[in-house]
């Protein structure tokens, strides 16, 4: 049963006799300097084939011509903005986007000449904003330098003194930077200091590890139920009276369980009649996602990130082993914890005493939870080529279940984050 982003790319490969294999899709986000989530790239291709197999024009018609309408990118990026790769053949026959919504980014492979700035100066008339990816200044592309409105650097592979010297060129003329692969918070905090606008990477997911640091009180009481709410023998008593120690965290619970989503009659007052109405595997999620919310030194994309892979990973037990969506869920959501309290992974995993098999799944990706995390981490990252393609074809797992698992993680992480403030 297809459902979402899956329905519509099914439907638009059957409206124009399309092959029958659907393009893979990600979205990758873009930071501004208080880490909010400014936007998306859309990042695609073919699940057998790279994009030089099959053709850069072919895939970007595939995605954007065939499979997007105005409710199918606010479907995976929500009212974000987002950049998408235009090819030559695009930019020379400009599709009739919504130029609020879009921005159109030109890759550093596009040759530039006369009929490229013609368009790109009537994309600009049009409203469009316009992204240079990887730019380099040469006598040809100069041209770009007053259509363009953010230029995208790639810090990874270049040094600081020439992030500076694009800072020191580009931003007195206006142009906003994009700094693209930031593995760290040094690099972050760097390009921020110098004017960078925007901001795209890992660096979020990585810890900030120092030696000797202890862990807070407050995110003591969160690893205290985090292990509680893991135990096999949890009690509804002991989850209430731990919740209770974090008056935040009690009051966000009430809230949820009093929501619509509950549709209950009488509300509910206390946390103990909380514990028992939602049962135990749904308070083992929402206590999980409420607690994560409540660790305030950390950027809020950290932990939708985390819902994100819990809910895809969930999603594909459906397929590789539907008796255990819980454990899926929970290896997606803890996946990354190490990220939010800056602490090793295998440390804070043995410290929450999980069964073996989710432990080793979490920690070295090991058994069905470790193709699952592999496959949502492929996702995060719009890494399609780190996709266990093989292995997953044998659950019956092809790129309609694989689109459609994304998509049901994205929306259930946006509504299970709305519900959580």
Same mark, same amino acid.
């Given at each position: 049963?297809?459902?979402?982003?899956?329905?519509?790319?099914?439907?638009?490969? /059957?409206?124009?006799?399309?092959?029958?294999?659907?393009?893979?899709?990600?979205?990758?986000?873009?930071?501004?300097? /208080?880490?909010?989530?400014?936007?998306?790239?859309?990042?695609?291709?073919?699940?057998?084939?790279?994009?030089?197999?099959?053709?850069?024009?072919?895939?970007?018609?595939?995605?954007?011509?065939?499979?997007?309408?105005?409710?199918?990118?606010?479907?995976?990026?929500?009212?974000?903005?987002?950049?998408?790769?235009?090819?030559?053949?695009?930019?020379?026959?400009?599709?009739?986007?919504?130029?609020?919504?879009?921005?159109?980014?030109?890759?550093?492979?596009?040759?530039?000449?006369?009929?490229?700035?013609?368009?790109?100066?009537?994309?600009?008339?049009?409203?469009?904003?316009?992204?240079?990816?990887?730019?380099?200044?040469?006598?040809?592309?100069?041209?770009?330098?007053?259509?363009?409105?953010?230029?995208?650097?790639?810090?990874?592979?270049?040094?600081?003194?020439?992030?500076?010297?694009?800072?020191?060129?580009?931003?007195?003329?206006?142009?906003?930077?994009?700094?693209?692969?930031?593995?760290?918070?040094?690099?972050?905090?760097?390009?921020?200091?110098?004017?960078? /606008?925007?901001?795209?990477?890992?660096?979020?997911?990585?810890?900030?590890?120092?030696?000797?640091?202890?862990?807070?009180?407050?995110?003591?009481?969160?690893?205290?139920?985090?292990?509680?709410?893991?135990?096999?023998?949890?009690?509804?008593?002991?989850?209430?009276?731990?919740?209770?120690?974090?008056?935040?965290?009690?009051?966000?619970?009430?809230?949820?369980?009093?929501?619509?989503?509950?549709?209950?009659?009488?509300?509910?007052?206390?946390?103990?009649?909380?514990?028992?109405?939602?049962?135990?595997?749904?308070?083992?999620?929402?206590?999980?996602?409420?607690?994560?919310?409540?660790?305030?030194?950390?950027?809020?994309?950290?932990?939708?990130?985390?819902?994100?892979?819990?809910?895809?990973?969930? /999603?594909?037990?459906?397929?590789?082993?539907?008796?255990?969506?819980?454990?899926?869920?929970?290896?997606?959501?803890?996946?990354?914890?190490?990220?939010?309290?800056?602490?090793?992974?295998?440390?804070?995993?043995?410290?929450?005493?999980?069964?073996?098999?989710?432990?080793?799944?979490?920690?070295?990706?090991?058994?069905?939870?470790?193709?699952?995390?592999?496959?949502?981490?492929?996702?995060?990252?719009?890494?399609?080529?780190?996709?266990?393609?093989?292995?997953?074809?044998?659950?019956?797992?092809?790129?309609?279940?694989?689109?459609?698992?994304?998509?049901?993680?994205?929306?259930?992480?946006?509504?299970?984050?709305?519900?959580?403030?």
């Amino acid at each position: 049963m297809l459902t979402g982003l899956a329905k519509l790319l099914h439907t638009a490969r /059957k409206a124009v006799s399309m092959p029958e294999e659907t393009p893979l899709l990600a979205r990758q986000p873009i930071f501004d300097p /208080k880490l909010s989530i400014w936007g998306y790239e859309l990042l695609f291709r073919s699940a057998e084939n790279s994009l030089s197999d099959i053709g850069g024009d072919k895939a970007t018609s595939e995605v954007l011509l065939n499979t997007f309408g105005e409710a199918g990118l606010k479907g995976v990026v929500g009212d974000h903005v987002a950049l998408i790769n235009f090819t030559r053949k695009l930019l020379l026959d400009l599709p009739p986007f919504d130029q609020n919504r879009y921005i159109i980014e030109v890759l550093e492979d596009v040759e530039v000449d006369e009929h490229i700035i013609t368009a790109l100066m009537k994309a600009k008339k049009m409203g469009f904003k316009i992204a240079l990816d990887d730019f380099i200044l040469t006598h040809n592309t100069a041209a770009l330098l007053h259509l363009t409105n953010i230029i995208k650097i790639d810090v990874l592979s270049s040094s600081k003194e020439e992030i500076e010297q694009y800072a020191q060129s580009f931003i007195p003329q206006k142009i906003e930077l994009l700094a693209e692969k930031v593995e760290t918070y040094e690099m972050f905090k760097f390009c921020k200091q110098l004017g960078f /606008k925007y901001f795209q990477g890992y660096f979020l997911s990585k810890p900030q590890i120092i030696k000797g640091r202890k862990i807070p009180d407050n995110k003591m009481v969160i690893l205290k139920l985090l292990r509680e709410l893991q135990s096999q023998d949890a009690n509804p008593q002991r989850l209430a009276d731990i919740i209770a120690q974090d008056p935040q965290l009690s009051y966000k619970l009430l809230k949820i369980v009093n929501s619509a989503a509950f549709a209950r009659v009488s509300k509910v007052s206390s946390l103990l009649q909380a514990v028992t109405v939602l049962g135990l595997n749904n308070i083992r999620s929402w206590a999980s996602l409420i607690a994560m919310g409540n660790l305030e030194d950390k950027p809020e994309a950290i932990r939708l990130n985390a819902m994100v892979r819990a809910a895809m990973c969930e /999603k594909l037990a459906d397929w590789i082993q539907p008796d255990e969506k819980h454990s899926f869920f929970t290896a997606g959501l803890f996946a990354n914890l190490d990220a939010l309290f800056d602490q090793p992974l295998a440390d804070l995993i043995k410290s929450l005493e999980l069964p073996n098999t989710l432990s080793t799944g979490i920690v070295s990706h090991q058994g069905p939870l470790g193709l699952a995390l592999d496959t949502a981490m492929a996702f995060e990252r719009g890494d399609f080529d780190e996709l266990p393609l093989q292995l997953l074809h044998k659950y019956g797992l092809g790129t309609d279940e694989l689109n459609e698992a994304y998509q049901y993680g994205i929306h259930w992480a946006e509504n299970a984050l709305a519900q959580a403030q």
